[in-house]
């Protein structure tokens, strides 16, 4: 799967700009992140620009039919007359072909995972970048520079627009991302073989951040594996863990000191 990457803007041209922030940085920054990210998925990446320079619309339409890509996923961020004006939303060339179901799905999975507005797909014929590609094509209008929340998150957060626009572009394809490649974040998402394991150690404080363990499947095998042979040495509770514990038994045992006394009371 060969997928080019556009990157809205650049060099000479900023794009729209408000709050100190160019839309070209931002589409960049983005546009780095979704490399990166369907890279790692195992496709094959193109892009007009990795810097800060200009091309021409058409230029970039040229470059991805001479590539002969697959895909063509424009990025920008939207701009209004209103601050209040908010969301996202993608245009393509249709909303029925190809363009329109990958507009769909990329908008549905940002609107979700940013909790944004959706503003749906938009069809516009008038964009060289949609209509003289020669693959799917579409523009993601991320998010709108001119609201002070949407421009906080786009510059706050690239990274989640790129995997939100890579969930829609897998969703699109069908692609299911493979059991090796996933990370485990949490207990509930750790497969239930190995839940056992992965309490022992989250019970000991073994991982910075309960909520952020990053595990692979293979680091999961390896501690279940461990566990089973009786080589997995947790370290003792920590200093935290060991007041935390005694304060919850002293709390125990004053709940059934005062309870005896309420009942000595009472027999009286
Ligand atoms: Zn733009």
Known sequence: MKIWIDAGHGGTDSGAYAGGVAEKEVTLS???YLEARLEQ???TVEMTRRTDVYESVMA???MAND???DLFVSVHANAAQSTAATGTEVLSYDLDGASGRLAADIVQAI???LGLKNRGVKVRRDLA???ATNMPAVLVETAFLTNASDR????GQPKAFADAIAAGIFQYLGWEEPEMEKRYQTLAQIPTWAQLTIEKLLARDV???DNQLDLSLDMVRMFVLLDRYGVLQVPPLSATAQAKAAMEEAQAAYEKAKAAWELLQEAK
Do not use: E, K
């Open 30 to 32: 983005i546009c780095l």
């Open 41 to 43: 998925a195992g496709m």
């Open 60 to 62: 970039r339409a040229a």
């Open 67 to 69: 590539w002969n890509g």
């Open 111 to 113: 609107a979700s995972q």
């Open 129 to 131: 970048v949609i209509n």
């Open 152 to 155: 906080a998150l786009l510059t």
């Open 207 to 209: 991982f910075a951040d």
